[in-house]
Nanobody, 124 residues
Framework: QVQLVESGGGLVQAGGSLRLSCAAS????????MAWFRQAPGKEREFVAV????????SYADSGEGRFTISRDNAKNMVYLQMNSLKPGDTAVYYC?????????????????WGQGTQVTVSS
């Protein structure tokens, strides 16, 4: 079992940056693949980025490729999402998710554990 708490969201102008953080409880965190998803109003939750349990491999949705960077610090039980060159289309609630099966998945059903989300709003 792992509990996830996101932070770092807020209001930013287009072109700005934000760094989201996800604090995880539980000693097994370092063995989980971790991902970020987002959900805009009226839309389905979508994949943003994933990082392997070891931190050595990452993957991104096309929408964030080159602008977003996912990272983790297993010693601190933390996962981060650095978001640069933000656009109004990035406005959404951002969720941290954990997968103990290490499937490196991009679908919501791959992840049994979720945080409560943090709001990111990008103004034009």
């Amino acid at each position: 079992q792992v509990q996830l708490v996101e932070s770092g969201g807020g209001l930013v102008q287009a072109g700005g940056s934000l760094r989201l953080s996800c604090a995880a409880s539980g000693r097994a965190f370092s063995g989980y693949d971790m991902a970020w998803f987002r959900q805009a109003p009226g839309k389905e939750r979508e994949f943003v980025a994933v990082i392997r349990w070891s931190g050595g491999t990452t993957s991104y949705a096309d929408s964030g490729e080159g602008r977003f960077t996912i990272s983790r610090d297993n010693a601190k039980n933390m996962v981060y999402l650095q978001m640069n060159s933000l656009k109004p289309g990035d406005t959404a609630v951002y969720y941290c998710a954990a997968d103990p099966s290490r499937g490196f998945g991009t679908r919501t059903y791959n992840y049994p554990y979720w945080g409560q989300g943090t709001q990111v709003t990008v103004s034009s």
